[in-house]
T-cell receptor, first 115, second 114 residues
């Protein structure tokens, strides 16, 4: 079975600084997708970034980028120029291709942003 | 438009009540999901509907009864719940025919069972 591990229950960052959230996963599959979701205190889960395992290039979305290391099964999220609105729970998730739609979530990292 | 809507936002019910949660999406997605989320925990999958048919039931107690009346609507009927069922209930949808299939979540219904 696939597992996703987020080893940092809580992180804090100073506004305007850069922070990296860690995620590792365990799978025997070669074709899969990885996601970072953000859930602010208002509760709605929002997709931050998506990475296809077959792509070597790391995905980026504005201030958010990932460091995808397939051999090491690592998928970290880097947030640059942190803003107060980045404060949220961040969940890393894995989905096997053709998996019947199921996501496997990590335990989450709570990010606090200090003004 | 990646909007999934859920009603009500908050619900308080007694253990003998019957209530329903509603989820709606107009993105043409053909897969819809119910998740249960406890505080500071990741969502736990409850049910998956694919093309309006129940495809996954994660051993959820029968006091939770899902229904998918059409491709845009998903309901969760609640009956004789227990206090430990208090949680945030999230709905999500996705389009299973695309290779970059991604789930989009609604804002959730905060349920309190007294």
């Amino acid at each position: 079975a696939q597992t996703v591990t987020q080893s940092q229950p809580e992180m804090s960052v100073q506004e305007a600084e850069t922070v990296t959230l860690s995620c590792t996963y365990d799978t025997s599959e070669s074709d899969y997708y990885l996601f970072w979701y953000k859930q602010p205190p208002s509760r709605q889960m929002i997709l931050v970034i998506r990475q296809e395992a077959y792509k070597q290039q790391n995905a980026t979305e504005n201030r958010f980028s990932v460091n995808f290391q397939k051999a090491a099964k690592s998928f970290s999220l880097k947030i640059s120029d942190s803003q107060l609105g980045d404060a949220a729970m961040y969940f890393c998730a894995y989905r096997k291709n053709n998996a019947g739609n199921m996501l496997t979530f990590g335990g989450g990292t709570r990010l606090m942003v200090k003004p | 438009d990646t909007e999934v809507t859920q009603t009500p936002k908050h619900l308080v019910m007694g253990m003998t009540n019957k209530k329903s949660l509603k989820c709606e999406q107009h993105m043409g997605h053909r897969a819809m999901y119910w998740y249960k989320q406890k505080a500071k925990k990741p969502p736990e999958l409850m049910f998956v509907y694919s093309y309006e048919k129940l495809s996954i039931n994660e051993s959820v107690p029968s006091r939770f009864s899902p229904e998918c009346p059409n491709s845009s609507l998903l309901n969760l009927h609640l009956h004789a719940l227990q206090p430990e069922d208090s949680a945030l209930y999230l709905c999500a949808s996705s389009q299973p025919t695309v290779s970059k299939e991604t789930q989009y979540f609604g804002p959730g219904t905060r349920l309190l069972v007294l």
